[in-house]
Nanobody
Framework: QVQLAESGGGLVQPGGSLRLSCAVS????????IAWFRQAPGKEREGVSCIRTTDGDIYYRESVEGRFTISRDNLQNTVYLQMNSLKLEDTAVYYC????????????????????WGQGTQVIVSS
């Protein structure tokens, strides 16, 4: 029994900050990597950041590098996305995704290879 539960979205002004949370059941036991994706209206879903549970390797897309930080709390089985210096173009529904241990399909950290998804949390950056 595994679930991804996202929270932390909301309305924020440009330049502001939000912290998204993804509570993952069986984080250490069941999952190899946790990633954040986002999808803006009329646009394709895109990978934002990923953290690999085995060694802590982290990946960011270029547009958020230096502004967003992904981290994990293994005791709480939670992955966070701290978003600073938010821009209008960061407005999107943000999704948490997990790659289970034992998944044999091709893995591209910010594109593909995930087999569990959260429901999404809305982030609106607006003045």
């Amino acid at each position: 029994q595994v679930q991804l539960a996202e929270s932390g979205g909301g309305l924020v002004q440009p330049g502001g900050s939000l912290r998204l949370s993804c509570a993952v059941s069986g984080f250490e036991l069941d999952y190899y990597a946790i990633a954040w994706f986002r999808q803006a209206p009329g646009k394709e879903r895109e990978g934002v950041s990923c953290i690999r549970t085995t060694d802590g390797d982290i990946y960011y897309r270029e547009s958020v590098e230096g502004r967003f930080t992904i981290s994990r709390d293994n005791l709480q089985n939670t992955v966070y996305l701290q978003m600073n210096s938010l821009k209008l173009e960061d407005t999107a529904v943000y999704y948490c995704a997990a790659r289970r241990r034992g998944n044999r399909m091709y893995w591209d950290p910010l594109r593909s290879g995930y087999d569990a998804w959260g429901q999404g949390t809305q982030v609106i950056v607006s003045s």
